[in-house]
């Protein structure tokens, strides 16, 4: 008796603290001209596992973005650097609360769950798996928050129609297209004359998805996949695949391929004293280690990029950004912090324009988004989402490593030099 | 095209053969699955590489400095760990050495960092073109340093004193243990040998292969494979399973799809396990 009176009172309670909530929750989406002091957005990265080094890149970037959003930094020409917090918002800063994926999908949805119900964020970024990225889209379509990454390339994410997610980084298709681009202007500028070309890809997700678009992308532009060759990348040589372009002669090959199997790869290619015209799909080819390891034989070796330091456009901005990175982190900014630093200035730049934490303004906001190349540091030509909520001005870079360094060779308008062409045999460089 | 590839596999084999003959001794002799016989492999690459980099030696001229430094790790640690993990079950066993195993990988790391590493020799960039086959000389070196250090490891086994006591406690530890051959000698000793072999084969594989502390990984499974392949416990199986393994991989990995080539070393193991492995080697 006595416990069945208590429960009564416990179930009113708890009605009572329930709508209260929901008045709460009402009034602060109604009240958007109530002085906001402080903008949540939360952060799903691979902070802890085997991706945990790209993770914590990814956070430096994100982390330096709330940096420059929050401070006051006079001399530098992006938006939100000249003044304090989002203008906006009367001034309020922003602050990312992180969560640690692991890499791992089945985590996405707790995490997301405990961002939008626990910490009440505005917003979503990260994170850098497409398989998480997929699973973690889902839980934001349930809850209808802006889910917005810059870091994640598989182009399904982005055709499944989603309401609430955008992506600002380019993805695989666009990399590929953009790849092909450089190709036919290599043709047109030096002759090039790259017809034949052979995908090298190793055999999972990454690898087996790049190379599928490569080929049917091929077609668009006359160029003729003589062999794809999958391979395996945790096998100790790589003789029979190399072997394998050798026969093929092609006019390039282009590799998607990890860090070790790039490096023995190359090193192969050179056993063998074959010197085809080598491209990187970035991956291992825009790992810090590789110039380091390969040394002189990474020379003339060609990779893209969606960021390099040594573009003229915004350059001094760039160099800026740079010193700051280093300043602050100790090695310099690489591909994965610039797109992040980028996503999280353009999320602020919805949040800023939307004067207010509710979803559906911020949503609007994104949509409408129209940032010029002049206020990005990334490749991009801008940033203007398409009716798939996908950036359709994001772009790569194509990068050569001439004196030991990643060279931005093209496009053309933002190539720091020319491209060394043609391409030397072994015994001449 | 087809006599490249069988050189090509062949000196790669070579090398799995080195690696594969020092852990089928130590089986052999003990009894004993070494888990972490991979990464005896790295410790001797990253310890190659340390007499690059601080004494400025090239992998060639320290090769006898990480085959007796190597000697002696094995020594040491059969003294200190495998003694003592000997005297447990098979399963403990194998987890001893597992760990031992990851424990120097910790360790390799937090000195070198997760960081791939090379040494630049000019031996280990220069190539030689013979008659339209292409080989770098580093793996030219290698190839013919892994045969000739398997011969003498045989001929030593074979003619000396020691190497007879050695060949029979691995046949029978009783026996030999009659005989008056002391076995606990015999066990420290194949260990010593064991890690030697490993030394010279990292310090040789140091030349053009790039070095991390996941390094040993790649090798240690081909490794297992081999001594299996080899019939467990014998020197020449595990040496004309290296050469096979060697080949398959790269013949096969050229006229089949390369994604393949690691299944091909399974179907290889299944077809000759089928076969009876002694069979076949004592008719080589």
Known sequence: MYFKKNFKKVVSLLIGLFMLVNLTACSSSKNSTEKISEVKIGAILPLTGPASTTGKTAKDGMDLAVDIINGKYDDINLPFAKEEGLPGLGGAKLKIVYSDTQGAPEKAQTIMEKLVNDEKVAAVEGAYHSSVVAAAAIVAERYGVPFVSGDATSPALTQKGYKWFFRTCPDDTMIADGFYKFMADMNTKYSANIKNIDLIAENTLWGTDSSKIEKTLASNYNYNVKNVIPYDSKASEFSSEIMKVKADAPDAVIHSSYVADSIMMIKQYKQMDYAPVIFGNGGGFVDPSFIKTLGKDSEYLITRTCYNNDVALNADTIAKIEKLFFDKYGYNMVETSARDFENTLILADAINRAKSVDPNAIRQALVETNIPKSDLIVSYEGVKFNDKQQNELASVLVVQIQNGKYTTVWPWDRAKTEVEWPIPTWSKR | ?284
């Open chain 2, 1 to 284: 095209m087809l006599l490249q590839l069988l050189i090509s596999g062949l000196l790669m084999g070579s090398v799995f053969s080195l690696i594969a003959v020092g852990l089928s001794l130590i089986y052999g002799v003990m009894n004993l699955v070494n888990f972490a016989h991979g990464d005896f492999l790295m410790l001797a690459m990253y310890m190659s590489y340390g007499c690059f980099l601080i004494l400025g030696l090239s992998p060639l001229s320290s090769l006898p400095i990480v085959a007796i430094f190597m000697f002696i790790f094995g020594i040491l640690v059969y003294k200190g760990l495998f003694k003592r993990i000997l005297k447990t079950d098979m399963v403990a066993q194998m987890i001893g050495t597992y760990a031992v195993g990851q424990l120097l990988r910790g360790i390799i790391q937090s000195v070198f960092g997760i960081e791939y590493l090379t040494v630049n020799t000019s031996l280990s960039t220069a190539t030689a073109n013979i008659d339209r086959i292409n080989l770098s000389v580093a793996q030219l070196l290698a190839g013919i340093g892994a045969i000739i250090a398997t011969a003498i490891l045989m001929i030593v086994l074979k003619y000396t004193k020691v190497g007879r006591a050695l060949v029979a406690t691995s046949q029978n530890k009783v026996a030999a243990t009659v005989m008056g051959v002391d076995t606990n000698k015999m066990f420290m000793l194949s260990m010593g040998i064991g890690c030697a072999c490993v030394g010279l084969a990292g310090a040789l594989l140091t030349n053009y292969y790039y070095i991390f502390p996941s390094v040993g990984t790649v090798f240690s499974l081909i490794a297992f494979v081999t001594v299996a392949l080899g019939g467990f416990g014998s020197m020449k199986g595990a040496f004309l399973a290296g050469l096979a393994i060697g080949i398959v991989q790269v013949v096969g990995g050229f006229y089949l799809p390369s994604e393949y080539k690691l299944g091909l070393i399974g179907l290889l193991y299944l077809i000759v396990t089928i076969a009876k492995p002694k069979k076949l080697i004592d008719a080589v």
